[in-house]
């Protein structure tokens, strides 16, 4: 039904509640959206007074009889899994409409639905995005560099030393970032897990409206986008490595509408290649790089351990440079970085030149189009050779890049005679 939202004992602070909080002290409503077990419902009663669970049977029936219940309560009033009514978008948007007092309404999604509200809510309900705990939240390391500082320039002094070392971060990215799922290792771990990616399939999928004819094979395609993690690799190579041995492909008519519904539930959490505005670059790569929202999903979906991922095991691709660990690292630092720059209003892309020549895992990028490069290097000691691409984006660029750093598995944050900062991803926070 509908009750008082009280504070959760326990809750663990996520980066996105200062993000949360600046925005309910200027605005009427916002819309936390992420992917189902990210942490949504927690942070929301962290701050809401009044909770309106729409995942529950009986509050579903008295909204659908009565939707202005919607906006009656102790605000911030919370509308969670707000997708289960769509109208619900609109009722609150009316209502903010003739009330546009700051903190009124916090509204709770794990999918942007297949019939949208008649109305965007542009300008009254404002989206923020949550992902899965990053290494600092789950409180693996002590952070001693901020990405605030580097996008803010002056090549800040880097210094830390972590005791993190593989064998953690290898345990962390088969665990995930996702609370409710935060196990020790082993089978119920992996098990949580199974049922997470079963209940995508079986549930959330086709309530958006999505028939699934053949679960097995939507499975397989989901284990082959999760092979192809950190990688640019096309969506027909994907489509035929979870076809193998098939004659009858399906067509692109019939994996596309999956891959669409896949994003709108943010399990596929694709990295957008770097547009830069400046005339210093040209011809560079338009694909994506493959990401599900945490490793911990890719990694279970193959079916791998930490023995044979510490053994360089895992599915091979002809465009991966190095190791499907090196593949799981790199997406786990790409979900760090995710959410770090969000807390800086910043973006993150990748970048690649059409020939691919040169590459660089991230770019962080401000508003005014500065940026930091970022490589990730499954090493705890950088060469030279590790910072040749960043080397060469900074001639390139000028003062246009910030700064430039590789995130390794090392032991201690320097910056390199070059100028290069060396940052273990444990020791990176917002």
Do not use: C
Not at 250 to 276: G, H, M, N, S
Not at 413 to 419: K, T, V
């Amino acid at each position: 039904m509908i009750h008082t939202a009280h504070p959760l004992s326990g809750y663990r602070g996520r980066i996105v509640d200062a993000e949360l909080d600046e925005l309910l002290q200027d605005l009427p409503a916002v819309s936390l959206e992420g992917p189902r077990g990210v942490g949504k419902t927690s942070t929301a009663r962290e701050k809401g007074a009044t909770l309106i669970a729409l995942d529950d049977a009986d509050a579903l029936e008295v909204i659908r009889a009565d939707p202005r219940r919607l906006a009656i309560g102790a605000e911030p009033i919370v509308v969670d899994e707000w997708q289960r009514f769509t109208s619900s978008w609109d009722v609150v948007r009316r209502s903010v409409d003739d009330d546009r007092r700051a903190g009124r309404f916090i509204l709770t999604g794990s999918a942007s639905p297949s019939t949208p509200p008649t109305h965007s809510g542009a300008g009254r309900i404002v989206p923020i995005r949550m992902r899965p705990m990053t290494l600092f939240e789950r409180g693996v390391g002590s952070p001693t560099v901020s990405l605030a500082e580097l996008l803010g320039g002056g090549t800040p002094t880097l210094r830390g030393r972590t005791s993190v070392d593989l064998e953690d971060y290898v345990d962390e990215i088969l665990t995930g970032g996702f609370p409710g799922m935060r196990l020790p290792a082993g089978r119920a771990q992996r098990a949580a897990l199974d049922g997470y990616l079963t209940r995508i399939i079986d549930r959330d999928l086709p309530d958006m409206g999505v028939r699934i004819r053949n679960p097995a094979a939507m499975r397989r395609w989901l284990g082959a986008y999760a092979a192809a993690t950190a990688t640019t690799t096309s969506y027909e190579k994907i489509r035929d490595a979870a076809t193998g041995g098939e004659n009858d492909k399906p067509a692109r008519t019939t994996t596309i509408p999956y891959r669409d519904a896949l994003e709108r539930l943010w399990v596929l959490d694709p990295l957008t290649a770097w547009a830069p505005t400046n005339n210093h670059l040209s011809r560079l790569a338009a694909a994506p790089k493959h990401h599900l929202a945490d490793p911990a999903l890719a990694a279970r979906l193959v079916g791998i351990d930490s023995g044979a991922l510490l053994h360089g095991g895992g599915p091979t691709l002809s465009n991966r440079d190095g190791t499907f660990l090196g593949a799981l690292f790199e997406s786990l630092v790409t979900l760090n970085m995710r959410v770090f720059a969000q807390a800086a209003e910043a973006n993150v892309h990748h970048f690649r030149t059409h020939s691919g020549v040169h590459e660089v895992d991230l770019i962080v990028v401000r508003d005014d189009q500065r940026a930091v490069a970022v490589e990730v290097k499954l090493t705890a000691a950088v060469q030279d050779d590790d910072v040749r691409h960043l080397l060469w984006l900074r001639e390139t660029l000028g003062n246009e890049l910030l700064d430039a750093i590789v995130v390794s598995t090392g032991a201690e944050a320097y910056r390199r005679d070059d100028g290069i900062g060396v940052v273990p991803a444990a020791l990176l926070g917002p």
